[in-house]
């Protein structure tokens, strides 16, 4: 245990660390080389690891790269400008339709999209609007936050979600239905919990004719009327696909691949720089951080984690699934959601899926919305901080943590509440 424990740690810490610009999928399978070397696990092990984790991740880079195609025609631009737009200059109405626009840009493009996609977007309008530092810093957190606690409704909305359903052999159509309330009351929550956190600080007047008119930003028209079509096919691929039991990477990267096809014919994007761009690192992350978590079940994790979650099963389901979600939320914050996930998972197997199932749904909302508490907790975040930083924008621990740990606890809680 402590040697696995010990490559995990040296893992993690480089993946954040990042030292001379050496990515985090470089780090992982580094830490997943040390794990094999050391005897930690055994190539049986990598097997299971990529069984587990494939569909997820070609899932994961399909969603992104469509992510990038809508975003180079002016896709989420339009998006974030008519919702400005909408608010009749009222800062108050401005902050909530964001928090909006962000949670559906997380259940359909996964929450790493909003965090690639939107947050340069977001950032750019509202400097553009010569908001105050403290009213950015409020939109930035809190577009951040809901990038994460709206990512529970559909398989493809998370990473998390994509290797559960397929771990545990769960429908597109099942998850979502047992997921709609949950996430429902994640994002009221999560609206109303910044809200009366960041109130001070928003404007209450936002002067938003500075703004251009957002067909303006559209740089292609024919692609972009195309992608209201093409989204409502994809969308319609993932439930057929449910109904043959098909993939979801099937629909999810075949379909990018597709629109990239139809969008380099059109001459919106030119497909090499738009696969180039895309985050094939996080294929590398995955497999390489799974391999080295596979080593702390084989050190006996996951058995010491299935005796909590029985003893939580005792008193009863609300405190069993209020208690996993809280578990899985402490454990994502301390060590990456990305492991605290399968982790979560194999514990849940082995305590027994069925007869369980809220439990694991409320591992997913606690994987989903505890990392929130650290900046460590979630991919999602590490590249949500990367991009802020990128455009000069540094938000320390301290700053960061001081939100998050107010923030989390109490919209988690309501989210677990749809499960009950």
Do not use: C
């Not at 749904?361 to 460590?376: E, V």
């Amino acid at each position: 245990m402590i040697l696995a424990m010990l490559v995990f740690l040296v893992t993690l810490i480089f993946v954040i660390w990042q030292p001379r610009g050496v990515q985090i999928g470089t780090s992982a399978v580094v830490g997943a080389i040390a794990a094999l070397l050391l005897g930690v696990v055994n190539f049986a092990d990598v097997l299971s690891v990529v069984d587990i984790v494939w569909d997820a991740t070609l899932a994961f880079i399909g969603i992104i790269i469509l992510s990038l195609i809508l975003d180079e025609i002016g896709f989420f631009e339009w998006a974030a400008i008519k919702m400005a737009k909408l608010s009749r200059g009222n800062g108050h109405v401005m902050f909530v339709y964001i928090l909006i626009l962000g949670a559906l840009v997380a259940a359909f493009f996964a929450n790493d999209g909003a965090a690639l996609i939107l947050t340069p977007i977001l950032l750019a309008k509202m400097k553009y609007l010569k908001m105050k530092p403290l009213a950015i810093f409020a939109f930035l957190m809190a577009g951040g936050f809901i990038g994460d606690s709206a990512s529970n409704p559909l398989v493809i909305s998370n990473l998390t979600n994509i290797v559960t359903v397929g771990y545990f052999d769960i429908g597109f159509v099942e998850y979502a239905k047992n997921m709609f309330l949950p996430n429902l009351l994640s994002i009221f929550a999560s609206i109303v919990v910044l809200w009366l956190y960041f109130r001070k600080d928003i404007p209450f007047i936002v002067d938003v004719s500075k703004l251009p008119e957002a067909s303006s930003v559209i740089k292609n028209h024919t692609m972009f009327r195309f992608s209201w079509a093409f989204l409502a096919l994809l969308m319609m691929g993932y439930f057929i696909g449910d109904i043959y039991h098909l993939p979801v990477s099937v629909f999810a990267l075949g379909g990018a691949l597709v629109f990239l096809l139809i969008a380099n014919y059109y001459k919106a994007v030119k497909p090499l720089v738009t696969i180039k761009e895309a985050p094939w690192q996080v294929v590398w992350f995955s497999v390489g951080l799974y391999v080295v978590v596979y080593g702390l079940k084989n050190a006996g994790l996951t058995d010491v984690i299935a005796s909590w979650i029985e003893e939580l099963s005792t008193h009863g389901d609300f405190v069993a699934i209020v208690g996993t979600g809280f578990l899985a939320a402490f454990v994502s914050s301390v060590m990456n959601n990305m492991p605290t996930i399968m982790i979560m998972d194999i514990a849940i197997d082995q305590v027994g899926y069925v007869g369980n199932e809220a439990l694991v749904y409320a591992n997913i909302l606690g994987s989903n919305l505890g990392p929130k508490m650290t900046p460590i907790g979630s991919l999602a975040t590490l590249l949500w901080l990367h991009v802020l930083a990128q455009k000069g924008v540094k938000i320390g621990w301290g700053e960061y943590m001081k939100v998050g740990l107010v923030i989390t606890p109490p919209v988690l809680f309501i989210a677990l509440f749809g499960l009950v």
